[in-house]
Structures are given as C-alpha cells and as structure tokens.
C-alpha cells in the first residue's frame, strides 16, 4: 500500500513536469518578444532560387529565405570544416540592418544577441564559410501560396526596393516579428488582399 | 495443449500414472494463469502504436485550418489524456500487464508529440539533442512507475538517435558523455526483469537491442585517435560472445539470444574490414605516446572494455585449463597484440588478421564437425569463404590464383556437408 502511494506521488510529479515543459515554452515567447533585441536581416536580391525570383522560394507552407549575411570570411577551410554548427553573434549597421559581428564554436558569454546556425563549407570555395539561420524559413499560415507567390516575385525581384525579415533574437531563442517586402508588412499585404476577396 | 490431450491415453497405456497425469494439467493450469498473454500483450503495444498514429494523422488534416489556441490545446489533450490513461492503470489496473504496457508507450510518445507540436506552433528554436534530451529525461521516470518494458525498448532506441545529435551539437562542455549516463537508465529494470521472468518477449528483444544500440553508438566516442576504437569494437563484441556464451544464455535458441549473433557477427566482420591493408594506414599517422592516449576517450573507452572482457573471460574459464579456452573468447585479447604489433609493422598485422580470421573459420568447422552439427560447419566454411572473396578484392594476387581459393571453397563446402551427411546416416544405421 506504501509502495502503491509512492508510485502515484511519483507518477504524480512526472505528470506536471511533463506538463510544465511545453507550458514553459509557450510562456517565454511573449517575454522574448519584449526583451529580445530587433535584428533586420536584408534578404539577397541577387541570389538565385529554385524558382524564378531571387533571395526566397516556396516550399509548402513555407517561404524560404536566402540571406544578404549569412557568409563569414574564413582562413582555414579545415578548421570549419570539422564542426556542423557554430553560434553566430550580431550587431547593427547604420541603418539597422544585421551585421555578423562573430563566428564562434563556443557560447558567447557575455552577449544575448546570438544564435547557433549550421555552417558548410563548399568544397570549390575556401574562404567562405556559409551560415543558415533558424529563422529561415518563414510561415505563412492563412495565405494562399498563389497570393504569396506573386507577392514575393514582385518584391524580390527588384535589388532597389527593401526587403527584410524582422526578428527578435535573444540567447537562441527567435521571434519573427514580421517579413517586410518593398517597405510593406507582409502580414498586411495578406490581410488586404483577404479583405478584397471578401469585398468582391 | 497436444500433450493434456494425450494424458488419459497415456494413462491407459500404463505409461504415466494418474498422480503423474494430475499434476501435469495442475502445471499446464498453472502456467496459463500465472503466464502473461504474450499475444494479447503485442496486440495491445501495437494497438497503442496505431491508435496514436490514426489520431495524429487526422488531426493532421485539418491542422493548418486550427488557430493557434486550439493547435495548442489540441496538443495539451493529446498529453493529458494519455496521463489520465496511465494514472487510471496505476489505481485500478496495476497488475494488467497489457494495460501498463500500453497506456505508458502511448504517453512515452505523447511526451515527444506534445513537445514537438508547441514547437512547430510557436516556432520555438531548438536544437534535436535538447528535445531529446528533455523527452528522455520526462519519459524515463515511466519505466520504473509503470513497470513498462516495452517503454525501455523505445527509450534504448530514442537514446540512440540522441547519441550523434549530442555528438554534433556541442551546446554545453561533455554533452555527449551525457548519453552514457541516459544509457545506464533503464539498465536496473532489464536486470530486474532478467532476474524475475527471463522467458518475457520484451526482454527477449532487450538481449537484441542493447547490443544493438551500443554497437551503433561506441563509434561516437572516436575522437582524435580513431584507429584505438577498432580494438574497442572487436573487445566489447567479445564481451557480448561471452554474454551470449555465459550460463545464463548458453541454452537459449539464437533468436533469444542477440548477444551472441552480435558478438560473433561483429568480430567476424570487424576482423574482416581489418584484413585490408588500406584500412590500417592510419597507424603511421597516429600519436600512440602515454601523453597523448591518456586523457583520449577512446583509450579510456579500450581500458573499461579491456577490464570488463578480461573479468568475463576469467571468470567464465575459471574451472578450465588454458589450453581448452575457446579461442572465440579470446579473439579480441589476440587482435589487441595484432593491434600492438600494426604499430611497428602494419604488414604483419595484416597477415595475423587474415590468419586469425582463417583460424576462426577452421575452429567453426572442426567444432561443427565434432557436434555434428551442420549450421556451425557451414557457418565456418562462410568465414572462409568471406576472407576469400575479401582477398579477391586485393590487386596484388592473380585471376588464375583468385579462381583456385574460389574453387577450393566451393570443393570445401560440398565436402564438408556430404561427409557430415554420410556421417550422420552412417550413425543413424
């Protein structure tokens, strides 16, 4: 019976730590949104894609985004090519843009403006060492990827207009504020051509 | 049950008595209550399994039209339930096997489902070995509340997977050591259930996945000197030959008896994959300096694995002189001097492997001989057969050489059964 009673105790403590978990995990993104520092990272208009626009491509639900800082100059290829991920620390130009400031194995220690990004090394080029973000990959819920299409061909295909993603990073932890393209607010754009459809 | 069929016809002929006859149906009854349905017990796991799967897919429909709250809940219920299920087992149900195995394997993957899902709903970061890591950590508790074995199958696999994604994804100092310690987990409940029913088909399929997982997970331990884990490899699978040779799992079938297929399957091709010379061209290389060994994991990996295997083979050979020990068992002591001497000459090591290997084959056959036993024979004769065409893959040796080892296998193989036949018939008149 002692047995029995101490199981279910136990049992019981699992069951709220299983519980408290993904509880945690939910309650510590609005706080990463008040507390997490602003980054824009300018999206490469130059880059090719799988599609026929520059800097993204859709893949399901997802707009996959290519990057203006997402390489580092490096010396020795050897070194990085060892180790699959490395922790990416930035900073802000002018204008407010994301600049990598450090490329690090370690965790940085005194700075929450870094996450950890998989590093390659292509095997033609030896002083580059190509960085991919968590944040990537963009999620377009309630839009119709025709819609998404069209906007993102219109936008990124033009190097003169300014397209970036906002995100909040601190620690690791990210939150995507929103993806601008041609200084209008992605989210925005989808919530306007819903309106029109219904208009119509 | 054939035989309680037979009993009153047994007891007319005066074979058995009446006494003899009760108490067999009393052990046929016996068993049947006190024996766990093993049939309904895999039914229930499987049942599980596909109840869990069914409920994913069809909330997976319809997912991306939910809004985030009710993604969220959704995920929640998915959890609560399964903890609901389980504390109901606890209470009412704790001595139904095919409950508890069941309900804790339904909330093992509630827990990575649940974690997963608030994941993908908030687009939360985060590396694979943490929410390994953290799933293990909230799930392994479930083995020893609900007596779950089929829980610690799924948790040994699950720890396998964490092992590489801990490797590569340094996030703190010795985060990859951490899977050792995960390993070692559920390790007093397969001992418990060894000691306590050692015929239950899970544990049956432990003997099968431990040797598994750590077969698939020692490698990770390679670091700087890479060429120590092939004497690393070859004594932990002796140490599972041994295993599967000790009192304990000597008269169990083979296909209960992972141990001793792995041990025997893993020295065979390690010592196979050693036969080439190309394979050792690391050794020039290596710094195999007292400094330089001491602090490396896989020399503290050799030395664990050389203690244990030692401890084994002395204690399994206690009652035998050295002459009559098995030379199975001490493979991995005679590649640790093969390994030795790669140092100085890496030629002769080749040479030793390839002999060792050969030798292998022709204790096999002279044993199968001896037992009659054509399996073991032919087994042999495929160890020699395997070094053959290992050796063909070699530049240096002719077709018309190539051709002749081929043909004297092929002549071995037919010989050796046709005279084991003849010999059994023989006996048989």
């Known amino acids: 019976m002692k047995t029995k009673k101490l199981i279910i105790s136990a049992f019981i403590v699992i069951a709220i730590a299983q519980l408290f978990v993904p509880w945690q995990m939910i309650s510590q993104q609005p706080k990463l949104a008040e507390t997490g520092v602003e980054f824009k990272f300018k999206i490469d208009s130059k880059a090719k894609s799988d599609n026929n626009w520059a800097g993204a491509s859709i893949r399901g639900k997802y707009i996959w985004l290519k990057f203006e800082e997402d390489q580092m100059e490096i010396v020795n290829k050897k070194e990085w090519e060892q180790i699959q991920s490395a922790y990416v620390l930035f900073t802000k130009d002018s204008l407010g843009f994301a600049k990598i400031e450090a490329v690090t194995k370690t965790r940085p220690p005194n700075s929450i403006e870094w996450v950890k990004a998989r590093t390659w090394v292509h095997w033609k080029d030896s002083t580059s060492l190509h960085l991919e973000y968590p944040f990537n990959m963009y999620y377009f819920k309630d839009a119709n990827p025709k819609e998404v299409e069209s906007i993102i061909k219109n936008g990124l295909n033009d190097s003169l207009k300014v397209n970036y993603l906002s995100v909040k990073i601190r620690e690791n932890q990210f939150f995507v504020n929103d993806l601008i393209i041609d200084g209008i607010s992605f989210k925005e754009r989808i919530e306007g051509t819903k309106k029109q459809g219904k208009n119509r | ?429």
């Open chain 2, 1 to 429: 049950m054939s035989l309680q069929k037979d009993l009153p016809e047994l007891v007319g002929a005066n074979i058995i008595s009446s006494d003899t006859a009760q108490q067999i149906t009393d052990y046929y009854k016996r068993k049947q209550t006190t024996s766990p349905n093993r049939q309904l017990l895999i039914f229930g796991i499987l049942g599980a399994l596909l109840v869990g799967t069914g409920v994913m897919f069809i909330v997976a429909n319809q997912w991306d039209d939910l809004s985030q709250a009710v993604q969220t809940v959704c995920a929640f219920l998915l959890l609560i339930a399964a903890q609901l299920l389980c504390g109901y087992v606890i209470l009412k149900k704790p001595d139904k096997k095919v409950w508890r195995e069941s309900t804790a394997l339904l909330l093992f993957f509630a827990v990575g489902a649940n974690i997963s899902l608030i994941s993908q709903i908030y687009h939360i970061n985060g590396e694979m070995s943490s929410f390994m890591l953290t799933w293990m950590l909230l799930t392994v508790p479930l083995i020893y509340l609900m007596d779950s074995s089929a829980v610690s199958l799924v948790y040994l696999f699950c720890v396998m997977v964490y092992s590489p994604a801990a490797r590569y994804n340094l996030s703190y100092p010795f985060e990859e050591y951490l899977y050792w310690v995960l390993l070692l987990l559920p390790m007093p409940h397969y001992y418990n259930r060894f000691k306590k029913s050692p015929e239950n088909i899970l544990l049956i399929i432990h003997h099968w996945m431990v040797p598994f997982v750590l077969t698939m997970t020692l490698g990770y331990l390679s670091h700087g000197i890479k060429m120590l884990m092939y004497p690393a490899y070859m004594t932990m699978f002796g140490i599972f030959y041994m295993i599967g040779n000790s009192h304990s799992f000597r008269n169990r079938p083979l296909i209960s008896n992972g141990y001793l297929l792995i041990g025997f399957l893993g020295t065979v091709i390690s010592l196979l994959i050693m036969s080439f010379k190309s394979n050792w061209k690391d050794m020039a290389e290596t710094n195999f300096h007292i400094n330089n060994l001491i602090a490396a994991p896989e020399f503290i990996c050799c030395l664990i694995l050389f203690g244990l295997a030692t401890v084994l083979l002395l204690q399994q050979n206690k009652t035998m002189k050295l002459t009559e020990w098995n030379l199975n068992n001490i493979v991995f002591i005679l590649f640790l001097l093969i390994f030795i001497f790669a140092t100085q000459d890496v030629q002769l090591a080749v040479i030793l492997d390839n002999l060792l290997v050969f030798g292998l084959g022709l204790l096999m056959l002279r044993i199968g001989s001896k037992k009659s036993h054509l399996g073991v024979i032919n087994t042999g004769m495929l160890v020699i057969a395997l070094l053959v065409i290992c050796r063909s893959f070699d530049t240096d040796l002719t077709f018309v050489v190539k051709g002749i080892l081929f043909v004297l296998v092929g002549i071995g193989f037919f010989l050796a059964n046709w005279l084991m036949i003849k010999k059994r018939n023989g006996n048989e008149n």
